[in-house]
Antibody, heavy 123, light 109 residues
Framework: QVTLKESGPVLVKPTETLTLTCTVS??????????VIWIRQPPGKALEWLAH???????SSSTSLKSRLTISKDTSKSQVVLTMTDMDPADTATYYC???????????????WGQGTPVTVSS | EIVLTQSPGTLSLSPGQRATLSCRAS???????LVWYQQKPGQAPRLLIY???NRAAGIPDRFRGSGSGTDFTLTISRLESEDFAVYYC??????????FGLGTKVEVK
């Protein structure tokens, strides 16, 4: 069974750095057809891409947040870590990690999601 | 930057009715990277359709994706009670960027 589970602080203060960990099971982070993505969703709002590690191992992050985001993976621990610096109340959201699956000839889909972890930014 | 515009914002329908959801891209996109998700309150999104028209594993055949270029559609042939939710379209381009629409809420009339 494939699962992803996010972990990290529920509450952070403004200007602090947020570190979130996505622990995966049921597949390998070395799988050439699988990657991992971080997405967030502010309360009552739409989904927003943050950063990813593609199946071909390319890493990237949202242009608007690039200076604040770092994504990395530890294959031996089956973990993908996202750090976001200089947190602001506007960053309050549920943060999800999801598996990127590469479909033969049909692009990518996010086929398995973690349950999400809520993060509140407040002093 | 590609913008995905979903319409309508809210769709009020009764169980058994047909739902037609639209996703329009601001410029022509590669169909291979157009995806649809369903999200219910308090839950993570669920993959429905990838590559514009391919149902993901375990998705009932009442869900159908279609379209190309700039205009894409998700059709739910006969709504069941568990289908009332918010639906998002999403596109990946190789710049790389993942873009989501703002969603269409399908609610009970």
């Amino acid at each position: 069974q494939v699962t992803l589970k996010e972990s990290g602080p529920v509450l952070v203060k403004p200007t602090e750095t947020l570190t979130l960990t996505c622990t995966v099971s049921g597949f390998s982070l070395n799988n050439p057809r699988m990657g991992v993505i971080w997405i967030r969703q502010p309360p009552g709002k739409a989904l927003e891409w943050l950063a990813h590690i593609l199946p071909n191992d390319e890493q990237s992050s949202s242009t608007s947040l690039k200076s604040r985001l770092t994504i990395s993976k530890d294959t031996s621990k089956s973990q993908v870590v996202l750090t976001m610096t200089d947190m602001d109340p506007a960053d309050t959201a549920t943060y999800y990690c999801a598996r990127i699956r590469a479909y033969y000839g049909d692009g990518y889909g996010l086929d398995v999601w973690g349950q999400g972890t809520p993060v509140t930014v407040s002093s | 930057e590609i913008v995905l515009t979903q319409s309508p914002g809210t769709l009020s329908l009764s169980p058994g009715q047909r739902a037609t959801l639209s996703c329009r891209a601001s410029q022509s996109v590669d169909d291979s990277y157009l995806v649809w998700y369903q999200q219910k309150p308090g839950q993570a999104p669920r993959l429905l359709i990838y590559g514009a028209s391919n149902r993901a594993a375990g998705i009932p055949d009442r869900f159908r994706g279609s379209g190309s270029g700039t205009d894409f559609t998700l059709t739910i042939s006969r709504l069941e009670s568990e289908d009332f939710a918010v639906y998002y379209c999403q596109h990946f381009d190789t710049s790389p960027t993942w873009t989501f629409g703002l969603g269409t809420k399908v609610e009970v009339k």
